[in-house]
């Protein structure tokens, strides 16, 4: 791991992918092909973790579970904030979820447009 993106490497390892985006980011930009070789890996990584997530957010959605699914998308765009995230991340998020209010025990639409 070239000592420029050592920062990022860290905080990835420790699980804070939003802090190692800018340098992930740069590192991909640049013209040097050991750091642009090192940044591609540590971007792989992250996008395998996301999608992951992904497929957990799909099969809460399948299975009827909106109010878990719409948490799990929303965890993923804080959690990986800076990075290229796929479309249906935002979609999904942007979509009125039903959810049960245990408060109140009744169905509560939550319109979650500019949410984020």
Same mark, same amino acid.
């Given at each position: 791991?070239?000592?420029?993106?050592?920062?990022?490497?860290?905080?990835?390892?420790?699980?804070?992918?939003?802090?190692?985006?800018?340098?992930?980011?740069?590192?991909?930009?640049?013209?040097?092909?050991?750091?642009?070789?090192?940044?591609?890996?540590?971007?792989?990584?992250?996008?395998?973790?996301?999608?992951?997530?992904?497929?957990? =957010?799909?099969? +809460?959605?399948?299975? @009827?579970?909106?109010?878990? !699914? &719409?948490?799990?998308?929303?965890?993923? #765009?804080? $959690?990986?904030?800076?990075?290229?995230?796929?479309?249906?991340?935002? =979609?999904?998020? +942007?979509?009125?979820? @039903?959810?049960?209010?245990? !408060? &109140?025990?009744?169905?509560?639409?939550? #319109?979650? $447009?500019?949410?984020?």
């Amino acid at each position: 791991m070239p000592p420029a993106l050592l920062p990022a490497w860290t905080a990835i390892e420790m699980g804070d992918f939003a802090s190692a985006a800018p340098l992930v980011k740069k590192g991909l930009a640049t013209n040097k092909p050991e750091i642009k070789e090192a940044a591609t890996k540590l971007n792989d990584a992250v996008q395998g973790i996301v999608k992951q997530e992904i497929d957990q =957010a799909k099969t +809460a959605l399948a299975g @009827g579970q909106k109010w878990q !699914a &719409f948490k799990t998308y929303q965890g993923i #765009s804080q $959690r990986f904030a800076g990075y290229t995230l796929p479309d249906e991340v935002g =979609a999904q998020r +942007a979509q009125r979820v @039903g959810r049960l209010d245990p !408060a &109140f025990g009744r169905n509560e639409e939550v #319109s979650l $447009r500019g949410v984020g």
